[in-house]
């Protein structure tokens, strides 16, 4: 073989384990990052990728030749209704969804994202209107909820304690009137919405709201806690009546006498629709038809294909009893949704699937809320604010006087300079913690005596921190001042410069670099101090490791909140070191070759 | 010889202005806590005595016959652990970083297109605070979750059972790998700079010798690099022997206690003055290991004088 052959193999091998060693060097910073991005649950689970959200179809709304199918996770398909083929598709990556159509627009409510407009013709054009509501948590936020009446479209949430309801126009495009929803009741959480003549029912919590919407004034409210304890989750008009739903069963209302005239079903009722005489319950097993004329029943349950655990349909399998949240009808032709993208055309008279088709997977899930949920649970701000505070402070106070301590090692001969570089070097060989027990007692004990207080004050930690980071300074130092030429101060001090002024004027200019090299290093260490914070700071003056440590510690197995923690604590250095690296690398090599 | 020292002193009296705020700060900080840790040593320090520690029983050797002979004292319970642990972790760490260091040196001292980017990169993990990994290392070494044991089982196929690696014998390595991981490109980084600082005539010479590569390495580099090793080996014994955040934060997150194979001094001591109160007992280990650690010290500096010399 070729000499230069072998020798560029060679060189080529090399390169490829540079690149190894380099992927597995920052796999776990890229972890950190990766798993605090990531939801808990997948964690637990061992599971690698990120999770698409859930998209269970929600709604499914026939509207001409088009079959809109929409999912939990704000995903809009337009389908051909007899095909069922995807036209178009659209994700508005929404958290807590509800849709409404109207002739040239899809409009989409959430909690993250409030209020959303698509093309119907054209799904990439969009719109986001922010509406003025208080700032949620929005992950406690229940339900969104809109409906169309005469042009307007309300808008509501549910979030418990907050009772308005927001009436938008779609074509000013802002909220055009408030409606107090305070009733006797309160606080309640708003579950549903149903316009009936001019008036607003709406499903809350504990039961039914009838709101005047001319007058803007509550009219009437219906305790329905003893059907329905967690609420009215939809609600259908039919004869007159009012069928109202939730999680124990479905039931007739009857508006005049204010009262429940009959029970429906009891069980989950996830979905509910009115046909003529006909009410549809859809089920957690199949769907209910009830003719409301003969006060027939029937059951219907093979609707849909069944799903493996991961989540995904298996194709050719028996059609079996699923979640039925949603049904749109075509004469006998009713399209049908269910959990994991799942829709099926069912015939009611021959009962039997007869088409089906999958919605889109939700979009990537992307956890940016675990950052906001670790933020929420601990004071991250404060300690954040304590560490730069503290840190900052300490590299300064160690720079000045480590800078004059090395000016006077470096220059004068002076007696004693021996003993003293001596002494400092002593000190790294001490554990810290030898320093840390003395130190804690006699800040105690001083307390004690004065009722000074200093262990638990940020000048105690200052303090502490300064002068612990001084020697080691001074001992790097020391190398940029004698690597300053003296043949520059000899012709300053010729000139008449005194000492002083020859230090501040010639020397300190020079060795900047070397300073600033080494207050960084000072602050990444003092960052990057434990011990001594962890015993001598209070609640008030906490850094980011002590209250990282304390947080962790109550939340043992959140391992995706203590890594968002982990990020935002390596963050800040992280992006210091890379703004400074140069100075930092040129220094400390500068510093560590000479010495 | 008073007289000229006198004059010295006068001439350069400027210079004890410039380290006077130096000397106020260690005489508080470093040289009264080494004599009162010194002299604490000798008291029976409990969490009843604390309060009025400058009136606390004067034990004598007490603490230190409780901790090197006393069979029956409590406080050696775990303490031979702690200390074969710090002996390993130690000298595996120094070494480690220091190998690995000098290799990535190595390659990264080439020329190559995006050079210095790689050079950069490889400098993260020790800007990576060091509570950040040992947290980021307990979460990683976690027997079910942690993508250690599921890149060995589930992906590559290397092992057929999940081991622990937090307990039992294996957390010896659960906690050097992180601390060499989070350690070396700073080895690298002085190694680089002193790579940088060897004449290539040196290996033009060499080569024209007909040296082979291996050849090369140790009878140029090796050699020439030695004030930086030096260096590394001697703060490298110094901080390991130290080492504390890394290992605590990763047990329990702060809150755990490391085992009998992860357990260090440090955190001995630790857990010893701050959990139990007991600090005549941490301070007496205290003392011992920094005794020890100066013998260590002045054990190298006779070597690498010695070396010095024979190479002169």
Same mark, same amino acid.
């Given at each position: 073989?070729?000499?230069?052959?072998?020798?560029?193999?060679?060189?080529?091998?090399?390169?490829?384990?540079?690149?190894?060693?380099?992927?597995?060097?920052?796999?776990?910073?890229?972890?950190?990052?990766?798993?605090?991005?990531?939801?808990?649950?997948?964690?637990?689970?061992?599971?690698?990728?990120?999770?698409?959200?859930?998209?269970?179809?929600?709604?499914?709304?026939?509207?001409?030749?088009?079959?809109?199918?929409?999912?939990?996770?704000?995903?809009?398909?337009?389908?051909?209704?007899?095909?069922?083929?995807?036209?178009?598709?659209?994700?508005?990556?929404?958290?807590?969804?509800?849709?409404?159509?109207?002739?040239?627009?899809?409009?989409?409510?959430?909690?993250?994202?409030?209020?959303?407009?698509?093309?119907?013709?054209?799904?990439?054009?969009?719109?986001?209107?922010?509406?003025?509501?208080?700032?949620?948590?929005?992950?406690?936020?229940?339900?969104?909820?809109?409906?169309?009446? +005469?042009?307007?479209?309300?808008?509501?949430?549910?979030?418990?304690?907050?009772?308005?309801?927001?009436?938008?126009?779609?074509?000013?495009?802002?909220?055009?009137?408030?409606?107090?929803?305070?009733?006797?009741?309160?606080?309640?959480?708003?579950?549903?919405?149903?316009?009936?003549?001019?008036?607003?029912?709406?499903?809350?919590?504990?039961?039914?709201?009838?709101?005047?919407?001319?007058?803007?004034?509550?009219?009437?409210?219906?305790?329905?806690? +003893?059907?329905?304890?967690?609420?009215?989750?939809?609600?259908?008009?039919?004869?007159?009546?009012?069928?109202?739903?939730?999680?124990?069963?479905?039931?007739?209302?009857?508006?005049?006498?204010?009262?429940?005239?009959?029970?429906?079903?009891?069980?989950?009722?996830?979905?509910?629709?009115?046909?003529?005489?006909?009410?549809?319950?859809?089920?957690?097993?199949?769907?209910?038809?009830?003719?409301?004329?003969?006060?027939?029943?029937?059951?219907?349950?093979?609707?849909?294909?069944?799903?493996?655990?991961?989540?995904?349909?298996?194709?050719?399998?028996?059609?079996?009893?699923?979640?039925?949240?949603?049904?749109?009808?075509?004469?006998?032709?009713?399209?049908?949704?269910?959990?994991?993208?799942?829709?099926?055309?069912?015939?009611?008279?021959?009962?039997?699937?007869?088409?089906?088709?999958?919605?889109?997977?939700?979009?990537?899930?992307?956890?940016?809320?675990?950052?906001?949920?670790?933020?929420?649970?601990?004071?991250?701000?404060?300690?954040?604010?304590?560490?730069?505070?503290?840190?900052? %402070?300490?590299?300064?106070?160690?720079?000045?006087?480590?800078?004059?301590?090395?000016?006077?090692?470096?220059?004068?001969?002076?007696?004693?300079?021996?003993?003293?570089?001596?002494?400092?070097?002593?000190?790294?060989?001490?554990?810290?913690?030898?320093?840390?027990?003395?130190?804690?007692?006699?800040?105690?004990?001083?307390?004690?005596?004065?009722?000074?207080?200093?262990?638990?004050?940020?000048?105690?930690?200052?303090?502490?921190?300064?002068?612990?980071?001084?020697?080691?300074?001074?001992?790097?130092?020391?190398?940029?001042?004698?690597?300053?030429?003296?043949?520059?101060?000899?012709?300053?001090?010729?000139?008449?410069?005194?000492?002083?002024?020859?230090?501040?004027?010639?020397?300190?200019?020079?060795?900047?670099?070397?300073?600033?090299?080494?207050?960084?290093?000072?602050?990444?260490?003092?960052?990057?101090?434990?011990?001594?914070?962890?015993?001598?700071?209070?609640?008030?003056?906490?850094?980011?490791?002590?209250?990282?440590?304390?947080?962790?510690?109550?939340?043992?197995?959140?391992?995706?909140?203590?890594?968002?923690?982990?990020?935002?604590?390596?963050?800040?250095?992280?992006?210091?070191?890379?703004?400074?690296?140069?100075?930092?690398?040129?220094?400390?090599?500068?510093?560590?070759?000479?010495? | 010889?008073?007289?000229?020292?006198?004059?010295?002193?006068?001439?350069?009296?400027?210079?004890?202005?410039?380290?006077?705020?130096?000397?106020?700060?260690?005489?508080?900080?470093?040289?009264?806590?080494?004599?009162?840790?010194?002299?604490?040593?000798?008291?029976?320090?409990?969490?009843?005595?604390?309060?009025?520690?400058?009136?606390?029983?004067?034990?004598?050797?007490?603490?230190?016959?409780?901790?090197?002979?006393?069979?029956?004292?409590?406080?050696?319970?775990?303490?031979?652990?702690?200390?074969?642990?710090?002996?390993?972790?130690?000298?595996?760490?120094?070494?480690?970083?220091?190998?690995?260091?000098?290799?990535?040196?190595?390659?990264?001292?080439?020329?190559?297109?995006?050079?210095?980017?790689?050079?950069?990169?490889?400098?993260?993990?020790?800007?990576?605070?060091?509570?950040?990994?040992?947290?980021?290392?307990?979460?990683?070494?976690?027997?079910?979750?942690?993508?250690?044991?599921?890149?060995?089982?589930?992906?590559?196929?290397?092992?057929?059972?999940?081991?622990?690696?937090?307990?039992?014998?294996?957390?010896?390595?659960?906690?050097?790998?992180?601390?060499?991981?989070?350690?070396?490109?700073?080895?690298?980084?002085? %190694?680089?700079?002193?790579?940088?600082?060897?004449?290539?005539?040196?290996?033009?010479?060499?080569?024209?010798?007909?040296?082979?590569?291996?050849?090369?390495?140790?009878?140029?580099?090796?050699? %020439?690099?030695?004030?930086?090793?030096?260096?590394?080996?001697?703060?490298?014994?110094?901080?390991?022997?130290?080492?504390?955040?890394?290992?605590?934060?990763?047990?329990?997150?702060?809150?755990?206690?490391?085992?009998?194979?992860?357990?260090?001094?440090?955190?001995?001591?630790?857990?010893?003055?701050?959990?139990?109160?007991?600090?005549?007992?941490?301070?007496?280990?205290?003392?011992?290991?920094?005794?020890?650690?100066?013998?260590?010290?002045?054990?190298?500096?006779?070597?690498?004088?010695?070396?010095?010399?024979?190479?002169?």
């Amino acid at each position: 073989m070729p000499y230069y052959l072998k020798k560029r193999i060679i060189d080529w091998i090399i390169h490829m384990f540079m690149f190894g060693l380099l992927a597995v060097t920052l796999l776990p910073i890229g972890w950190m990052i990766y798993s605090s991005l990531k939801e808990n649950t997948d964690i637990l689970i061992g599971k690698i990728p990120l999770s698409n959200a859930r998209n269970n179809v929600y709604e499914i709304m026939l509207d001409g030749p088009d079959l809109w199918v929409l999912t939990s996770d704000g995903g809009i398909n337009k389908w051909d209704k007899n095909t069922l083929k995807e036209e178009d598709h659209a994700t508005a990556q929404t958290m807590t969804t509800h849709f409404l159509l109207d002739k040239q627009h899809v409009w989409v409510s959430s909690a993250n994202k409030h209020l959303q407009k698509f093309d119907k013709d054209d799904l990439k054009k969009s719109k986001q209107f922010n509406l003025p509501l208080p700032d949620f948590d929005k992950a406690k936020v229940v339900n969104s909820t809109i409906v169309s009446r +005469q042009g307007k479209i309300y808008f509501t949430m549910g979030y418990k304690g907050f009772e308005e309801l927001l009436e938008f126009d779609p074509v000013q495009e802002k909220v055009t009137r408030r409606f107090s929803l305070k009733n006797k009741l309160s606080p309640t959480q708003i579950r549903s919405l149903l316009p009936y003549k001019d008036k607003m029912l709406v499903g809350l919590d504990k039961g039914l709201l009838k709101l005047d919407l001319k007058s803007g004034k509550v009219e009437a409210v219906y305790n329905l806690v +003893q059907y329905l304890p967690i609420g009215i989750a939809r609600l259908r008009a039919i004869n007159g009546k009012i069928v109202v739903s939730g999680n124990t069963g479905a039931f007739l209302f009857d508006t005049e006498k204010g009262k429940v005239t009959k029970t429906l079903y009891t069980g989950n009722a996830l979905g509910l629709r009115v046909h003529g005489d006909k009410v549809y319950v859809g089920t957690n097993r199949g769907f209910k038809l009830y003719d409301l004329k003969t006060g027939k029943m029937q059951d219907h349950a093979q609707l849909f294909r069944q799903v493996r655990v991961d989540g995904t349909v298996i194709k050719d399998s028996e059609f079996a009893p699923a979640e039925v949240a949603t049904l749109a009808f075509n004469g006998d032709r009713l399209y049908l949704g269910s959990t994991y993208g799942r829709v099926s055309i069912y015939n009611v008279k021959d009962q039997r699937v007869v088409g089906e088709g999958a919605a889109r997977m939700g979009h990537l899930v992307i956890s940016w809320v675990n950052y906001i949920d670790m933020w929420r649970n601990v004071d991250f701000g404060l300690y954040l604010r304590n560490s730069f505070f503290i840190c900052g %402070l300490a590299m300064v106070f160690a720079m000045v006087f480590a800078t004059l301590a090395a000016y006077a090692l470096s220059r004068f001969d002076f007696p004693g300079s021996k003993s003293f570089s001596m002494i400092i070097l002593a000190t790294q060989m001490v554990p810290g913690i030898m320093f840390l027990i003395p130190t804690y007692s006699n800040f105690v004990k001083l307390t004690e005596m004065t009722g000074f207080p200093i262990k638990g004050t940020y000048y105690g930690i200052v303090f502490v921190y300064s002068a612990f980071f001084v020697p080691f300074s001074i001992w790097i130092l020391r190398g940029f001042f004698a690597a300053i030429p003296v043949e520059l101060e000899e012709a300053a001090r010729i000139d008449g410069c005194s000492p002083l002024q020859v230090f501040w004027h010639v020397a300190l200019p020079l060795a900047i670099p070397g300073i600033i090299a080494t207050g960084i290093y000072v602050f990444l260490q003092a960052w990057d101090e434990l011990v001594f914070a962890w015993v001598l700071t209070s609640a008030d003056t906490m850094t980011i490791p002590v209250g990282i440590r304390n947080f962790v510690g109550n939340y043992q197995n959140r391992f995706d909140l203590i890594m968002a923690a982990a990020t935002v604590a390596t963050i800040p250095v992280m992006i210091l070191f890379f703004m400074l690296q140069k100075y930092i690398v040129k220094g400390l090599t500068a510093g560590a070759v000479k010495g | 010889m008073f007289k000229k020292w006198w004059k010295r002193a006068v001439k350069y009296r400027v210079a004890y202005l410039f380290i006077l705020p130096t000397i106020i700060g260690m005489l508080i900080l470093h040289v009264t806590p080494i004599f009162q840790g010194i002299y604490m040593s000798f008291l029976d320090l409990s969490q009843f005595t604390l309060n009025q520690y400058l009136a606390a029983p004067f034990v004598w050797f007490q603490n230190y016959y409780d901790v090197l002979i006393n069979p029956n004292s409590p406080v050696r319970i775990g303490l031979f652990e702690a200390a074969r642990n710090t002996a390993i972790y130690t000298i595996v760490v120094t070494f480690g970083t220091l190998w690995i260091g000098l290799l990535a040196a190595l390659m990264v001292n080439r020329e190559f297109k995006g050079k210095g980017l790689v050079r950069t990169l490889f400098l993260f993990p020790w800007v990576v605070p060091t509570y950040v990994t040992g947290i980021l290392w307990g979460f990683m070494w976690q027997k079910e979750v942690g993508i250690i044991n599921i890149l060995l089982k589930d992906v590559f196929h290397i092992v057929a059972e999940k081991p622990f690696w937090l307990i039992g014998p294996n957390t010896l390595w659960a906690i050097i790998i992180p601390t060499i991981w989070r350690y070396w490109p700073f080895s690298m980084l002085l %190694l680089l700079a002193g790579l940088q600082q060897i004449p290539e005539e040196l290996y033009e010479a060499a080569d024209i010798d007909g040296a082979s590569p291996w050849r090369k390495f140790w009878m140029i580099t090796w050699p %020439l690099l030695k004030p930086v090793w030096a260096i590394l080996i001697l703060f490298g014994l110094i901080y390991n022997v130290y080492a504390f955040n890394i290992v605590i934060m990763m047990f329990g997150f702060g809150a755990g206690f490391p085992g009998e194979w992860g357990d260090l001094l440090m955190t001995n001591i630790f857990r010893n003055s701050f959990m139990q109160w007991n600090f005549g007992v941490g301070t007496a280990i205290s003392v011992l290991l920094m005794i020890t650690m100066i013998i260590i010290v002045n054990v190298w500096f006779i070597y690498y004088r010695k070396a010095e010399e024979s190479t002169k």
